[in-house]
T-cell receptor, first 111, second 112 residues
Framework: SQTIHQWPATLVQPVGSPLSLECTVE??????LYWYRQAAGRGLQLLFYSVGIGQISSEVPQNLSASRPQDRQFILSSKKLLLSDSGFYLC??????????FGNGTRLTVT | GEDVEQSLFLSVREGDSSVINCTYTDSSSTYLYWYKQEPGAGLQLLTYIFSNMDMKQDQRLTVLLNKKDKHLSLRIADTQTGDSAIYFCAETLMDSSYKLIFGSGTRLLVRP
C-alpha cells in the first residue's frame, strides 16, 4: 500500500533563516506530487505541483521554491523565511480517480 | 476561474443528520471530493463522486450532486462527536495537472 511521509511535524524558525521541508511517498511510481499551504482558519492554497522528476509548476509567486530530485521525493525550500510564510504545509500525491492523499503536515511558525 | 465555496460553520446535536453544502463554478469539473480534517492533522479523503453521477452513498455518508446548479452536499447520518472536524469540498478539472481546488472548509461541531 502507498504511504506518504512528511517531516518535521513542527518547526519554529526565525525570520531570514532557510527552510527545507521534505516529503516522500512509498508504494507507487511516478506519482504527481503537491505542496499545499493552509493558513490558520483558512482553506488550502496550492503552492507547487510536479508531474515528474525535475518538473515543477508554481501556482503562486512567493518566497518559496520546490524541487523533485527523485521520483518519490518532493522538497519545499526557502532561502530566507518571512513572517507570512507561517502556516500548515501539506504534501500530497495523486492516486486513482484523481484523489489526493495527504501527509500529516508540517506546522511552521516563523518568529 | 475556478472557485469553490462553503459555509463556514455548522452545529448539530449528536444523533441528528448533518448536511454540509458546497457550490463550485467550473462546469468542466470531473470529480468532486469531500475531505475531513481533524485538529492538527492532514486531510483525510472521505468520499468522491464523478460528475456524471447524481448520488453516492457510503455507509453514513451520502453525497448529492446537482450539476445544473453546481451544488454538492455531504450528508452525515447519525452524527457522532467524532465527526466534529473541518470538512472540505474540492473539485478537479480535466487537465493533466490533477490539481484539486478546495473550498475554505466547514467546521462541524457536534453537541452531545
Amino acid at each position: 500500500s502507498q504511504t506518504i511521509h512528511q517531516w518535521p511535524a513542527t518547526l519554529v524558525q526565525p525570520v531570514g533563516s532557510p527552510l527545507s521541508l521534505e516529503c516522500t511517498v512509498e508504494g507507487t511510481s511516478n506519482p504527481n506530487l503537491y505542496w499545499y499551504r493552509q493558513a490558520a482558519g483558512r482553506g488550502l492554497q496550492l503552492l507547487f505541483y510536479s508531474v515528474g522528476i525535475g518538473q515543477i509548476s508554481s501556482e503562486v509567486p512567493q518566497n518559496l521554491s520546490a524541487s523533485r530530485p527523485q521520483d518519490r521525493q518532493f522538497i519545499l525550500s526557502s532561502k530566507k523565511l518571512l513572517l507570512s510564510d507561517s502556516g500548515f504545509y501539506l504534501c500530497a500525491w495523486s492516486g486513482m480517480e484523481r484523489t489526493l492523499h495527504f501527509g500529516n503536515g508540517t506546522r511552521l511558525t516563523v518568529t | 476561474g475556478e472557485d469553490v465555496e462553503q459555509s463556514l460553520f455548522l452545529s448539530v446535536r449528536e444523533g441528528d443528520s448533518s448536511v454540509i453544502n458546497c457550490t463550485y463554478t467550473d462546469s468542466s469539473s470531473t470529480y468532486l471530493y469531500w475531505y475531513k480534517q481533524e485538529p492538527g492533522a492532514g486531510l483525510q479523503l472521505l468520499t468522491y463522486i464523478f460528475s456524471n453521477m447524481d448520488m453516492k452513498q457510503d455507509q453514513r455518508l451520502t453525497v448529492l450532486l446537482n450539476k445544473k446548479d453546481k451544488h454538492l452536499s455531504l450528508r452525515i447520518a447519525d452524527t457522532q462527536t467524532g465527526d466534529s472536524a473541518i470538512y472540505f469540498c474540492a473539485e478537479t478539472l480535466m487537465d493533466s495537472s490533477y490539481k484539486l481546488i478546495f473550498g475554505s472548509g466547514t467546521r462541524l461541531l457536534v453537541r452531545p
